[in-house]
């Protein structure tokens, strides 16, 4: 068997990765609006507990796969303008509705009603996107376009170096977390 | 649709698992997702595809099919929407599992704030949904395409992406939650 694996054998393995996923947002408790909201309202700090281990975890074991042969960078480009306007749009929506695409879609299954109602937006949202492409391609995905670059290409500071920082960043942030938590309990 | 404002939810209702286990659980889902099936997990993707889908009563199939933009993502089941299928059905399950479901139309936070009219809650989703997905749109992604599987291959565009959101959404937050509570 060779990987990466394509075409229909892949398209099944969709099922078990998504359900994984589905499960883990329930289970970390993020398909729940208080909790997201919580976040940006700083009391609350699972959404970042969660991200921030994902990235560090995730990111160590991509970036070993990747140096041995075993996993392909899949990286977006950086058309900083449309990043930074879509991420700003998202970050208001997201305290709005209180959840992200994801946690959205996990929510629903928990009986959330108001989750399915702002589905019903991101569809609305999709097809106004879609819309309005050409006009945005013309208008805004060029401008301070950068292309498909990562950190350490920019910086000169390699891989494991950025690694570091995030550690030590997000150790640092989780020692205060839980120590606060330990002090209030 | 009126006063129908459900419990609010537990702080810490049973079957939650600890988060750093949770994130460290949807990294190694990542690695096996680039390694055997080389597609990062995201999700914002398969859901403008389904909206491709739903709009064709509307807009009619050949408009839909010529789209440039759905052009690149066509509805189809393929990968991207079984993921977003089995998202839900995974989610679905871990709530039967831990007995969690629970119709909710008016969470606990924005009650205390907002009160208990579903209505208002109602057009402040939708509008919030169709922000998001907008926003994941024209940023190439979301919560889990950029945060998450972009942000952990130090993709320049993701930690944008993830820095911004996240100042945009506590801004959004203090705005929204500072006045005065409601009196439900």
Request: glycine fraction near 12%; charged fraction near 10%.
């Amino acid at each position: 068997m060779t990987l990466p694996l394509t075409g229909e054998t892949a398209n099944w393995l969709a099922i078990p990765f998504g359900f994984l996923f589905g499960f883990l947002l329930h289970r970390g408790g993020v398909a729940d609006y208080n909790v997201i909201v919580n976040q940006f309202r700083l009391r609350d700090f699972t959404v970042l507990k969660i991200m921030l281990t994902a990235i560090i975890v995730g990111g160590l074991g991509v970036l070993v796969l990747h140096g041995n042969g075993y996993a392909e960078y899949h990286v977006k480009p950086a058309n900083l303008l449309g990043v930074a306007l879509g991420a700003s749009l998202f970050g208001i929506g997201m305290v709005l509705y209180g959840y992200c695409p994801g946690t959205g879609v996990a929510a629903i299954a928990t009986g959330s009603l108001h989750a399915l109602v702002g589905f019903a937006g991101m569809l609305v949202g999709a097809v106004l996107y879609a819309l309005s492409y050409s006009w945005i391609e013309a208008h805004i995905q060029n401008v301070a376009t950068l292309g498909k670059v990562r950190l350490p290409d920019l910086s000169g500071i390699p891989d494991w170096g950025w690694f570091a920082i995030l550690i030590i960043l997000a150790g640092i942030v989780f020692w205060f977390l839980e120590r606060k938590s330990q002090t209030t309990a | 649709m009126s006063d129908n404002t459900n419990s609010p939810s537990a702080t810490n209702p049973s079957g939650r698992w600890n988060p750093y286990l949770v994130g460290t659980a949807l990294g190694v889902l990542s690695w096996l997702a680039f390694a055997i099936v080389n597609t990062p997990l995201g999700i914002s993707t398969p859901i403008s595809s389904v909206a491709s889908f739903c709009v064709i009563p509307l807009m009619g199939e050949e408009a839909v099919a010529t789209n440039a933009y759905w052009a690149k993502f066509p509805f189809k089941w393929n990968y991207q929407t079984l993921f977003l299928l089995a998202t839900f059905l995974g989610s679905l399950v871990s709530v039967l599992a831990s007995r969690s479901f629970r119709v909710e139309t008016v969470p606990a936070v924005w009650c205390e704030r907002f009160g208990r009219s579903s209505s208002v809650r109602f057009v402040a989703a939708f509008f919030g949904g169709a922000m998001i997905m907008f926003g994941a749109r024209m940023a190439g992604g979301c919560t889990s395409g950029h945060g998450i599987s972009g942000s952990l291959q130090l993709a320049l565009s993701s930690w944008v992406f993830f820095l911004t959101l996240f100042g945009f959404g506590l801004i959004t937050a203090f705005v929204l939650f500072r006045g005065p509570k409601c009196n439900t």
